[in-house]
C-alpha cells in the first residue's frame, strides 16, 4: 500500500466544493489512479460538512470506493500516545489528524493535506502534488 494517499477532510471539501480546484483535479488523478486511502473519521467529517442527507448518502457512495483501511486498537494507542507527545509541545492536535498520522505510519501510506498539523511529523510521507 505504499503508494496509496490518505487524502484530508480539507482536500475532500475542496474536491466536493470547487470543481476547478488544483485539489479537485489531483484528487481526480488518485481516483483515476486507484490510490486513495480512506479512514472511517475522515469520512464522518467530510460526510458532516454536507447540509442534507441525500447530499451526504451520494458522497458517501463515491467515497467508499476508495480503499477503506480499518482502525486498529493498535492505531488508537499510537494517536492517544503521539497527541500526549505533542501536547506539552503546545500542539493540541485533533484526534482525526492523529489517527491519519497512526495509519499512515503503519502502512507507510502517503497523506494529502494542506493542514499545517501534519508538518509537525518529520517522518510522515506527505503526498506533493506538484
Not at 503508494?3 to 484528487?27: M, Y
Not at 500526549?84 to 497523506?111: E, F, H, W, Y
Amino acid at each position: 500500500m505504499d503508494e496509496f494517499v490518505i487524502v484530508d477532510t480539507c482536500i475532500w471539501a475542496s474536491f466536493f466544493s470547487k470543481p476547478g480546484s488544483k485539489e479537485k483535479l489531483e484528487v481526480d488523478k488518485l481516483i483515476d489512479a486507484d490510490r486513495v486511502s480512506m479512514i472511517g473519521p475522515i469520512l464522518a467529517e467530510v460526510l458532516l460538512g454536507f447540509r442534507r442527507k441525500d447530499q451526504a448518502d451520494w458522497a458517501s457512495s463515491r467515497l467508499l470506493l476508495t480503499h477503506y483501511v480499518e482502525i486498529t486498537p493498535d492505531d488508537w494507542r499510537a494517536a492517544a500516545d503521539e497527541g500526549r507527545v505533542q501536547a506539552p509541545r503546545g500542539n493540541k492536535l485533533p484526534l482525526t489528524d492523529l489517527v491519519a498520522v497512526s495509519i499512515a505510519r503503519r502502512l507507510n501510506l502517503m497523506v494529502y493535506s494542506v493542514d499545517p498539523h501534519f508538518d509537525l511529523f518529520e517522518d510522515l510521507r506527505r503526498y506533493d502534488p506538484e
